[in-house]
């Protein structure tokens, strides 16, 4: 017989927690049912190469989530629960092939004085476009972590914004476009283009969001959990649990229970079976939660929207463990940063949309991003030792076939080492302890939810935004088939550690239930205050 809860979540990411712990501080009581032993997708940390070293399994920064209500306002008070943030300063460090730098600093003047280094006018330029930015921020943030259909529109919020047609503009544009007009250095260009990549082709229409990608993290830095990314998930969970939720590993989900319509349950690969008598939320990918119903029962339109899913640029990483962590030459003398990265030229950067489209592994210059958690965290590596993860970005789809990539990953990686070398010249061979290398089709493989290797779930183009994620008509959460919600990257506003969808998703299904998160969170306070 099915264990019945009020709410069955499928999948325990992070955008799928955050719900149900909203969902549980309602009163609800919440059944998280996650495949693999340990919760929090590709927010989890993991001894990847010798034990002792903590690395994170998928994501470093959760670059997004400050703005988030959930933390920006405190509304879970997670900090209770053993989340703690750091802020890494420097924030960037890019090395060029010509022996010159640039240094993200939280200093604004600092930072405004390493672009001057090559430009005055660019220095002015990167000043005036963080002061620009900054006024029409809180309109962005305020549509990302609303639900689509909540509130005015991004036009109608940006018509009240003084320069509001202006920004409208920007964000059509591509944001080569904007980054081309605003600087004139080309490894001014290459910072902005490379700091770090953005998750789409840089040229393409409506990617102007992203050339402010590095203004976003100019003061914020790019928040560090304490301990591994996937601190923030074992605190979501500690608190499901406090409030009366239960969370249950190794449960794999192979199909929905519809019974009259409507979705009541999940099947497990084990033969159990959980259902919810007010909803089910999933964080499946959309790409796989198609095939656990029958399709009829999608409607067509929602089935052309998944078979249209685009993957987007996908990622190549390699985990290191080392004796040492990356170390600049700078005028100040060695600089060892948590985050770096190599992007050669603004071409360079250009042509990454050019390799993509045609499956090409290009080994020339490869754009990296380099991440050094320990420096900033010792507790991730034994005394004097430390992690270090190298991002590159490839194809999945290359011309011979993703299955090729077994036969030429540890040729890559050794590629994106040795280019690294270049710049971090300490990071001789014999530095090295151990290593992990996951090409596109490893990240799929280890999570279904990286579908083709993207660990944003899909592409942010045009066509997969806003009220076009995961397709028009059903991007308020609530699926085709009713009693089933949806959340996670496939939906508003997308991929990165935000919390966006999962804070999203309650907001939508407390509505329906006839409260709200503003509600909940009033709740507790009063609570608070009576404590």
């Known amino acids: 017989m099915a264990e019945q809860f009020d709410i069955v979540v499928a999948g325990a990411g992070h955008n799928s927690l955050l719900a149900a712990a909203y969902l549980s501080k309602a009163g609800f009581r919440c059944v998280v049912l996650e495949g693999r032993p340990i919760v929090g997708g590709g927010v989890k940390s993991a001894e990847l190469t010798l034990r002792g070293f903590i690395h994170d399994v998928c994501s470093s920064a959760h670059n997004g989530i400050y703005g988030n209500p959930a933390l920006k306002n405190d509304e879970l008070k997670l900090g209770d629960y053993g989340l703690e943030y750091i802020l890494p300063d420097p924030v960037f460090h890019m090395p060029f092939p010509d022996g010159s730098y640039l240094t993200q600093w939280r200093d604004l003047d600092r930072t405004c004085a390493e672009f001057a280094k090559f430009s005055k006018k660019d220095g002015a330029a990167y000043r005036r476009m963080i002061t620009e930015y900054e006024t029409v921020r809180p309109i962005l943030s305020e549509v990302t972590f609303n639900p689509i259909g909540f509130g005015k529109p991004l036009n109608e919020r940006l018509a009240e914004h003084p320069q509001g047609k202006l920004w409208q503009r920007r964000l059509a544009m591509s944001a080569w476009e904007i980054l081309r007009d605003t600087f004139e250095d080309d490894h001014c260009r290459a910072f902005m283009m490379g700091c770090p990549y953005a998750l789409q082709p840089l040229q393409d229409p409506g990617s102007g969001r992203a050339a402010y990608i590095p203004l976003h993290q100019q003061r914020e830095s790019r928040p560090l959990p304490k301990g591994g990314s996937g601190t923030l998930t074992e605190a979501l969970s500690r608190f499901i649990e406090a409030h009366g939720g239960t969370i249950l590993t190794n449960k794999w989900i192979t199909s929905l229970i519809v019974e009259n319509g409507k979705c009541t349950g999940v099947e497990c690969s084990d033969g159990s ?11 499946i990918h959309i790409k796989q939660l198609v095939d656990m119903a029958s399709r009829e029962l999608w409607g067509q339109d929602f089935i052309d929207g998944v078979d249209t899913w685009d993957a987007g640029l996908t990622l190549f990483a390699t985990n290191y463990a080392m004796k040492e962590p990356p170390k600049y030459h700078t005028d100040a003398g060695i600089l060892s940063p948590v985050h770096s990265g190599m992007t050669a030229s603004a071409d ?11 499956g090409a592994v290009n080994l020339t210059d490869p754009p990296l991003h380099v991440i050094c958690c320990s420096l900033a965290d010792p507790s991730r590596a034994p005394a004097g030792m430390h992690t270090v993860k190298v991002v590159a970005y490839q194809p999945y789809m290359i011309k011979e076939g993703p299955q090729h990539w077994d036969a030429i990953k540890q040729k890559v990686s050794d590629a994106n080492l040795k280019y ?14 151990a290593r ?22 899909g592409g942010s183009s045009l066509a997969q935004s806003g009220a076009m994620r995961p397709m028009p008509g059903w991007a308020q959460h609530r699926m085709p088939i009713p009693g089933l919600y949806q959340t996670g990257a496939t939906t508003h506003p997308g991929g990165s550690v935000t919390g966006g969808p999962g804070r999203n998703a309650a907001a939508v299904m407390l509505k329906d239930f006839g409260t709200s998160i503003a509600e909940v969170v009033q709740e507790n ?6 404590g």
Not at 351 to 356: C, E, G, P, R, T
Not at 436 to 449: A, F, I, W
């Open 273 to 283: 079976s959980y259902r919810g008598t007010k909803a089910v939320l999933s964080t």
């Open 348 to 358: 360079r950067a250009l042509h990454m949309s050019v390799d993509y489209a045609t």
């Open 420 to 433: 690294l070398q270049r710049f971090a010249t300490n990071l001789t061979d014999d530095k090295v302890l």
């Open 436 to 457: 992990t290398v996951e090409s596109p089709l490893d990240l799929e493989r280890m999570n279904p939810h990286n579908w083709h290797g993207s660990c944003h779930a």
């Open 525 to 530: 306070l009063k609570f608070s205050a009576l």
